[in-house]
């Protein structure tokens, strides 16, 4: 399920900051950001680090920004991955107690919450363990567009199920979803006309580079830059 990579450049999480606000929705706290009357929603998958992550906020309020009502669920329930170098983590237990079905179960209260407010499309991002979970929100037609970043391992049997206009943002140097898996899967889903689909891979980053850059460097940056562009433009052009 994961690689070293999924744990690498951790975000800082005593930052936390951004424009939105927490409360409580499908009984898991979320960070909830643009307006609160839209029709359009963004639902944000994070990687094992959480919902409390500050790129994966300045990202949900850029989203908000173009008119989406965006919510970042905590499907960990308050249990992220904090410091996987302590000798006290156990990487096996924590993904066993938080498995991407789990997660994939969770989404769908969110899901329905969102529709109870009103809301007539939704889309959603996955990052890493968030990618594995929406590729099987993607199997369904409760969403209505998905972008998967450099998501955990997924199979081809879960491409193969695949109903609604998906993009994969993928990493050049990424153990977990390596460029000649994700290629791929893009040629599964090419063959379905009956919706959209794209894989693009980034040249010279690694595994969890979309939300987890480095600021100091200038190539990663502007390659977050690029797939958060990517991301919202997806969005604009599905979820109407």
């Given at each position: 399920m994961s690689s070293s990579q999924c744990f690498e450049n951790p975000p800082n999480l005593s930052s936390t900051c951004g424009e939105g606000r927490v409360e409580e929705l499908a009984g898991l706290k979320t960070y909830v950001t643009g307006p609160s009357d839209s029709k359009l929603a963004v639902i944000l998958i994070a990687d094992v680090f959480g919902y409390e992550a500050p790129k994966l906020r300045k990202l949900a309020d850029k989203i908000a920004s173009a008119g989406f009502l965006v919510v970042v669920p905590d499907f960990f329930h308050e249990d992220p991955v904090i410091d996987f170098t302590s000798p006290n983590f156990n990487r096996e237990a924590w993904f066993k107690n938080h498995?991407?079905?789990?997660?994939?179960?969770?989404?769908?209260?969110?899901?329905?919450?969102?529709?109870?407010?009103?809301v007539s499309a939704i889309g959603a991002a996955g990052f890493c363990w968030g990618g594995k979970v929406l590729v099987k929100l993607a199997g369904t037609e409760d969403i209505q567009a998905a972008v998967i970043l450099h998501p955990g391992r997924m199979t081809e049997d879960?491409?193969?199920?695949?109903?609604?206009?998906?993009?994969?943002?993928?990493?050049?140097?990424?153990?977990?979803?390596?460029?000649?898996d994700l290629k791929k899967f893009g040629e599964i889903m090419s063959a379905k006309t009956e919706f959209e689909s794209y894989v693009k891979i980034f040249p010279g980053v690694s595994h969890g580079w979309s939300v987890r850059y480095d600021d100091s460097n200038e190539l990663a940056v502007k390659s977050a830059e690029e797939a958060q562009e990517d991301t919202l433009n997806w969005f604009l052009k599905h979820v109407k």
């Open positions: 498995g991407t079905d789990k997660g994939y179960e969770d989404a769908k209260p969110v899901i329905a919450a969102l529709k109870s407010k009103g879960e491409i193969k199920a695949v109903k609604i206009p998906t993009a994969i943002l993928g990493a050049e140097i990424d153990h977990s979803s390596p460029p000649e």
